[in-house]
């Protein structure tokens, strides 16, 4: 009988090889791929999740973390094609038009995943409209945004714009965040939510989404 404790753990303590192992182990026993990761993988990363928030684990751990729970993740991913598998929502993630930097916004993705969202992430640069086009393709419940220039900022406005314009706002909840971003832009330029950290975001995207499939 797998013990799912022991990947927690060792997602928890960022040990790739061990989370890998204890997967496969797992996966050889005839565990439910879903158990694995609802009562396995995700748990450590809440752990993490929370340590950060703490000051307990700084960025390199959240890192390594994040890596181990993606090494089981891979041995994972394969059963689960064509399965409609339990999840906390979609969300559409991407750096705002004009900058590239991505290093937080991966960090709030791989929390985000961590946790149990399913991430669909645009990469840096994105324009509004591709912010608009790619959440209503893939039927999100998030759009998140993250803008690491004061100079950027004013893109999160124009992409909540732009989901106004094409009618379909309040098909979607919208989270920004970033170093310069604050709790009142958010509020200024009528988003949903906002976090100032990958630990918050978690919290503040379970707030926002809905908790079924749509
Ligand atoms: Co640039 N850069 N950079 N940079 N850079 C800053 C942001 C800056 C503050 C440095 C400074 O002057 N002190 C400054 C911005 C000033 C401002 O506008 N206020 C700046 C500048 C000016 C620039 C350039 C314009 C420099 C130039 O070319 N003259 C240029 C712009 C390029 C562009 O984007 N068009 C530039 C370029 C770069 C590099 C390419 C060299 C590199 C980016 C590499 C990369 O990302 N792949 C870089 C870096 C590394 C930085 C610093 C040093 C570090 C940023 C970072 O990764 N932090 C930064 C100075 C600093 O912060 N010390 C700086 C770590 C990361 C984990 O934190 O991104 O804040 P952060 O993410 C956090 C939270 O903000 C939050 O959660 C994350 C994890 O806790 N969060 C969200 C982020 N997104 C979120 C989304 C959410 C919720 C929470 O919901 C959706």
Do not use: C, W
Request: no cysteine; proline share 3%.
């Amino acid at each position: 009988m797998a013990d799912l404790a022991r990947i927690s753990e060792a997602v928890i303590v960022g040990n790739a090889d061990r989370t890998q192992q204890l997967v496969k182990q797992a996966i050889d026993e005839g565990t439910d791929p879903e158990k694995i990761i609802y009562e396995g993988l995700v748990p450590g990363m809440n752990v993490v999740g929370d340590k950060f928030r703490k000051n307990e684990y700084y960025v390199p751990e959240v890192l390594i973390a994040a890596r181990a729970m993606q090494r089981g993740m891979d041995l994972l991913q394969p059963l689960l094609q064509g399965r409609k598998i339990r999840t906390l929502g979609k969300v559409v993630i991407g750096t705002v038009e004009g900058d590239l930097h991505d290093i937080g916004k991966n960090l709030v993705a791989m929390m985000l995943k961590g946790s149990g969202f399913e991430v669909i992430d645009l990469g840096v640069d994105i324009k509004a409209d591709d912010f608009v086009q790619k959440a209503e393709e893939e039927g999100a419940h998030i759009v998140a945004m993250s803008a690491l220039l004061t100079t950027t900022m004013p893109s999160m406005k124009k992409t909540i714009e732009a989901l106004k314009q094409a009618g379909v706002r309040s098909n979607f909840k919208v989270m920004i965040g970033g170093a310069p971003v604050t709790q009142g832009y958010a509020d200024e330029i009528g988003a949903d939510g906002f976090a100032p950290d990958a630990a918050s975001a978690v919290d503040k995207a379970k707030a926002v989404s809905y908790t079924h499939l749509r």
